[in-house]
């Protein structure tokens, strides 16, 4: 495939579709592609290399996208994973009619399905590389889990955009931020839980009422004084 990727409304990828919807995909053969796309049969195997390839070949434009996203300067880097997904979304989700027919095609053949799979796991290994550069003592694991799960989200919210439900950007930004919260990795921070544990220490010669009224200064509903325990 050329370095240079085609966008989802190139020509060649455009009868592709719509011969494999017609007639099916093991009947359609490249010829007929170039053929009803006006192109040669050199400049087809040239540019997309093969005829699932052109299937796929709107990802090409994706993860060039994502990865000029990713390059940008973040404050955090968990927070340029989501920013890249919701670009993700604006890719795909732009224009839902190409989306649904594509979706079909995949959906209909086992080889394709196949393909996908590979294609999505691309997204995964893009976004835990760059949370694993940026934070180089972060756990591999937990790379990989946030990868996973961001491409999760936005993969079932597209799907359910494509299926026709009254889902947006706004849908995958409100799960996303969910899903910063679940990591503990927010940048705004996570609110106050009823069993969260607060460790304080104080120099030993400190009052207790001076240790007390810091508390209270820091952390609202602190209890009495005769409620805390001043250990030495």
Known sequence: MTDA???RGDAVVTAALD????????????DQIARAAGVSRSTFFRVYGGKDDVVFADHEVAIATLRAVLEQPQESPWRAVC????????????????????????RGIPALRDREIVAVF?????????????LPDLDPV???AFGAATTAVHNHVLRRLIRGDAVSRATLEAALDDLLHRFGVHPGGEPAAADDLVVAVFPRRMP????????????PGTPSPGAIDARA
């Open 5 to 7: 990727p085609r966008p």
């Open 83 to 106: 920013d890249a997904a919701l670009a993700a979304f604006e890719h795909f989700g732009g224009d839902v009619g190409f989306a649904r027919r594509r979706y079909r095609v995949v």
């Open 19 to 30: 011969l494999f919807a017609t007639q099916g995909y093991e009947q359609t053969s490249v």
């Open 122 to 134: 691309r997204y995964e290994r893009l976004f835990a590389e760059h949370l694993r550069s940026r």
């Open 142 to 144: 937990d790379a990989v």
């Open 208 to 219: 207790l009422a001076e240790v007390t009224r810091r508390l209270r200064a820091d952390l």
